[in-house]
């Protein structure tokens, strides 16, 4: 794959972060990403909400992604932005502001995918995987184990058949009765608690796919006939419950990932996504990286959610094989991309 002069503006708004970045020559030179807090009196992103915070936060954000790369807006000779998935109206304004800027300069415009995007961040900075690559991709709307044979070349080897990874933790997260976003609070209740105290049930699925309804539904039930006795359950063994509960979803990512990883004779391994900030679940890697002789790799906690410089970085490798999209492409909320 032969390098390109480029200086591609990214531009990633599937969610609730607005974010933009500068990458140049394959290097991110700038990165903001901006959080809406407007959800959190919700407990959960209200996708109308979301975009309009969307359209307030575009322009601003852009700006001061060119402003500190020290460029000017003429210097962009590429513009990329999220095209799928994620919620519509959110991606429709990363789409409309990135069609609006490319039709501007008349310069190409880059479609792309978000979980693709979360892989690849493991290419923004040294070290990088060497190929074929496996990663394991965590969030609060995917939990996929994915098989790299080059940059734009990757395979889903498993994935979740109900809810994600990121999305269990939220969701126990609220019946613990703590604030949203919950996973991260999850995470720092476990630090502090025993995760062999109260054992919860790995469901059984065929290959390397996921199922974590199971994990949701076996913690309501057990919360459930323990506050009869005790009301004051869960805030009396919240670290203890916490511990438990990511030991139990950690343990099931990783003996999936670890039977894929032995079966296709792996031994470049990364996670990506946003519960890869999970200081458990980093441990957990790095401890199976030991024991199976991997070379691991651990995005920067910058590079875990939801960012611009991942789709900066996956644009320009896509511009490297011409991979542009026209005017006429259109954001989508589920679109596969292998």
């Known amino acids: 794959m032969q390098s390109v002069h480029s200086i591609i503006l990214a531009i990633e708004s599937s969610c609730d972060e607005t974010s933009a970045a500068i990458v140049k020559d394959g290097q991110v030179i700038s990165n903001i990403i901006t959080t809406q807090s407007v959800h959190e009196q919700y407990g959960g992103v209200v996708p109308e909400l979301a975009s309009r915070a969307h359209l307030q936060q575009i322009v601003p954000v852009v700006d001061a992604a060119i402003q500190k790369a020290g460029i000017s807006k003429k210097d962009i000779t590429a513009v990329a932005f999220t095209q799928a998935p994620g919620l519509i109206g959110s991606l429709l304004v990363g789409a409309c502001f990135a069609k609006g800027f490319a039709q501007a300069l008349n310069i ?63 969701k126990i997260a609220k019946m613990l009765q703590l604030p949203y976003p919950g996973g991260p609070l999850v995470d720092k209740h476990a630090a502090k608690g025993n995760p062999e105290k109260f054992p919860f049930p790995i469901p059984d699925i065929k290959e390397f796919d996921f199922s974590f309804s199971g994990i949701k539904t076996a913690v ?92 900066g970085i996956t644009a320009y490798y896509k511009m490297m094989k011409e991979q542009f999209a026209d005017m006429s492409v259109v954001p989508s909320a589920r679109t596969q991309w292998t």
């Open 220 to 311: 309501l039930y057990f919360l459930q006939k323990q506050q009869k006795t005790d009301p004051d359950f869960i805030q009396n063994n919240i670290d203890d419950i916490c511990a438990s509960v990511q030991h139990t979803i950690i343990k099931a990512l990783m003996k999936k990932f670890e039977k894929a990883a032995k079966a296709y004779k792996i031994t470049h391994v990364g996670i990506a996504g946003g519960v890869s900030a999970n200081s458990g679940l980093r441990k957990a890697l790095q401890e199976y990286g030991v024991k199976n002789k991997w070379n691991v790799y651990l995005p920067k906690f910058e590079y875990c959610t939801d960012n611009a410089a991942m789709i």
């Open 108 to 170: 190409p415009l880059i479609a792309v995918h978000h979980m693709q995007a979360h892989v690849l961040a493991h290419f923004i900075e040294d070290p990088k995987p060497a190929f074929p690559f496996l990663c394991l991709t965590v969030s609060g709307g995917h939990t996929q184990i994915v098989l790299c044979h080059s940059h734009l070349e990757m395979e889903i080897l498993g994935e979740t058949l109900d809810d994600a990874a990121g999305e269990a933790f939220d």
